[in-house]
């Protein structure tokens, strides 16, 4: 069974920098796609940054140019960069892998746990 778990999330003062990691564990033998998510107080989970098998990357437009995606498929890892944080970057961030193991035939998404990131002075 394959289980996502994230690191790297906490309180951070405006105009600050963190950096979030999701790694995969289990039998993956592709990944699709890779992906941030976060959910903010009062609101569903949006995307945050995308990054796909060619490493084409895909923004939230309100963090593009402040947040970068990046990933070690060999790892099977997938970081989140996030610098100028602002207030309304507080919320839960999710990771997701969309991927294939040897027992399945179509894509599958997995998510993980969710690590909280506060931005507040």
């Known amino acids: 069974q394959v289980q996502l778990v994230e690191s790297g999330g906490g309180l951070v003062q405006p105009g600050g920098s963190l950096r979030l990691s999701c790694t995969a564990s289990?039998?993956?033998?592709?990944?699709?796609?890779m992906g941030w998510y976060r959910r903010t107080p009062g609101e569903q989970r949006d995307l945050v940054a995308t990054i796909d098998r060619s490493g084409n990357t895909n923004y939230q437009a309100s963090v593009r140019g402040r947040f970068t995606i990046s990933r070690d498929l060999p790892k099977k890892t997938v970081y989140l960069e996030m610098k100028s944080l602002k207030p309304e970057d507080t919320g839960i961030y999710y990771c997701?892998?969309?991927?294939?193991?040897?027992?399945?035939?179509?894509?599958?998404?997995?998510w993980g746990q969710g690590t909280q990131v506060t931005v507040s002075s």
């Open positions: 997701a892998f969309q991927y294939r193991t040897w027992l399945t035939d179509d894509w599958v998404d997995s």
């Open positions: 289990g039998a993956i033998i592709v990944i699709n796609v």
